[in-house]
């Protein structure tokens, strides 16, 4: 005789499995290692949405490119087969031109607080917001520290002695004008080609945030830094548009508080590793440490920025000005 009492248990067990089993995936792409700071930032993003009852996600970090590179990552999020990437702007500009602002050397503040209050403007969001229009959800950005000029042949805290060197570029506009009007000669290479290029001397110099710096070991193969602080190497948090948009109003705020808690971490990271890890490094390794004085920085921004400023409004038009003019209102609220 069957028991009858069995069967509401078993459908039970089956709607309770098939609920687990329907957890949304959330691939989560970033090109530098796990331990870096942005690495460890996108690891509690992922621990806070896994815990968290408002969205049924279940997040994984892929960490140093596991999931492709760069220009990989974008794609992904366009055809939505990875949810999440976290990459420097430098590389969302092949698809959306006028983010190149976020490369601009010499524009934001120089103070941490009043460039975290730049982030979070109604400026940057108007920024932000033109990703939406190529697929992509473009929820925040980290701050993962100013740039710095690393090199071989002589310290760049001065204009005149950018001229001739070879440089590494990210594949950004702004950033290749840069050079260019510093005399430098441009080469595009894979950021995990660059330390052998700097050791043979494919390349001269480079420029990242201290603690990249670090983490790619680029102390070891380098006899000056220069630090210029003369822009940010800041990461947009990204998601797929065809992902998100099947998100209730309640898992997107649950999501948006995971990021926003994940850059807090991140900006903590950065700094504890420059101060407590990669300068000692670089002077335990005799890297010459050298800081451009206010007027050779004003020299360095002047040769620069207002040719970048004028090449990105004739690529972006009218519609590159307005987003440009309303940041340079933003910045200038502040003093520094």
Known sequence: ???????????????????ASAQVPMKIGHVVPGVAPRGRGATTMAELLNADPRCDIDARVFPAAQLGGDTDLIEGL?????????????????????????????????RLENLQRVHRSDAMRALL????????????IWHTGYKIW???RRALDRYENYAGLKVRVMPSMVLKEQSRLL????????FAETYSALQNGAIDAQENPMDLNFFMKFFEVQEFAAMTNHGVLDNVIMVSKLWWDERTPTCQMAIREAVAAGGRHTVELTYSVIEDLALPAFEARGVTMVTPSQAQWEQMRDAVLPGIEQS???????????????????IASYED
């Open 1 to 19: 005789m069957r028991d009858h009492r069995r069967i509401p248990m078993f459908v039970a067990a089956l709607l309770f499995s098939a609920a």
């Open 78 to 110: 366009q055809i939505g087969s990875i949810e999440l990437v976290i990459l420097p702007s430098a590389f969302i500009v092949g698809f959306q031109p006028l983010m190149g602002i976020l490369d601009f050397p010499f524009f934001f503040p120089p």
């Open 129 to 140: 917001d033109t990703t939406e229009e190529k697929g992509i959800v473009s929820l925040e």
């Open 150 to 152: 690393t090199s071989n």
């Open 183 to 190: 005399g430098l000669t441009a080469v595009g290479m894979p």
């Open 312 to 330: 990105y409004i004739e690529q972006n038009g009218e519609r590159g000005r307005a987003l440009l003019e309303g940041l340079k209102r933003e």
